[in-house]
């Protein structure tokens, strides 16, 4: 069964880069059934697809946030990494990656538990 | 203008049916699209409930009990995400998703209470 866990800071100060992973368990990043995405919510708002990234390392990102977003996968470690630039307390949010599969590969399951990242000084 | 709108909230009882709608801006057509349901309970990422292009074209998620299903309303232009005979632990928030312009999607939410 596919599992996913995020892992990064929690706190990043304004201005600087926030970078995380997600590490794939119970399968392969390399598998050609899923892409990959990262989805971030802010406290108590709704959902913000970031971007998904396909094991070849090809790359589609939110138009809103493609100037500050890089994905990148590191097939060696199963895992694959978001790092968003400039971040200011409107990125403080629970980033959440996914698996991107089914028979398009664009339904979001499964989830991994989600971290909460802050934006402060 | 947002490409999905979802109501904020919905109530209803115990072992009623809720209907939860997903409204596409004016220029899209619901017709042309896929669209994905999501449940978050408190405290816990989303969960994939299921996904619905057309009765011919739908799919389950996985678990997922037979109480939710999704239909399209073309003269409303909106998805519709069913669920029947509402139990406790249904209370959460939904999302609906689509792909446009090769860009994911998601519409702001219902928050379902179940009393």
């Known amino acids: 069964q596919l599992q996913l866990q995020e892992s990064g800071p929690g706190l990043v100060k304004p201005s600087e880069t926030l970078s995380l992973a997600c590490t794939v368990s119970?399968?392969?990043?390399?598998?050609?059934?899923?892409?990959w995405a990262w989805i971030r919510q802010p406290p108590g708002k709704g959902l913000e697809w970031m971007g998904t990234i396909y094991y070849s390392g090809s790359t589609n990102y939110n138009p809103s946030l493609k100037s500050r977003v890089t994905l990148s996968v590191d097939t060696s470690k199963n895992q694959f990494s978001l790092k968003l630039s400039s971040v200011t307390a409107a990125d403080t949010a629970v980033y959440y990656c996914?698996?991107?599969?089914?028979?398009?590969?664009?339904?979001?399951?499964?989830w991994g538990q989600g971290t909460l990242v802050t934006v402060s000084s | 203008q947002s490409e999905l709108t979802q109501p904020s909230s919905l109530s209803a009882s115990p072992g009623a049916s809720a209907s939860l709608t997903c409204t596409l801006r004016?220029?899209?057509?619901?017709?042309?699209?896929?669209m994905y349901w999501f449940q978050q309970r408190p405290g816990s990422p989303p969960q994939f409930l299921l996904r619905y292009k057309s009765d011919s074209n739908k799919q389950q998620g996985s678990g997922v009990p037979s109480r939710f299903s999704a239909s399209k309303d073309a003269s409303a232009n909106a998805g519709i995400l069913l669920i029947s005979g509402l139990q406790s632990e249904d209370e959460a928030d939904y999302y609906c998703m689509i792909w446009h312009n090769s860009a994911s999607v998601f519409g702001g939410g219902t928050k379902l209470t179940v009393l």
């Open positions: 119970g399968g392969s990043i390399g598998s050609s059934t899923y892409y």
């Open positions: 996914a698996g991107s599969g089914g028979v398009e590969r664009r339904q979001y399951d499964p």
């Open positions: 004016s220029g899209l057509s619901v017709g042309a699209y896929t």
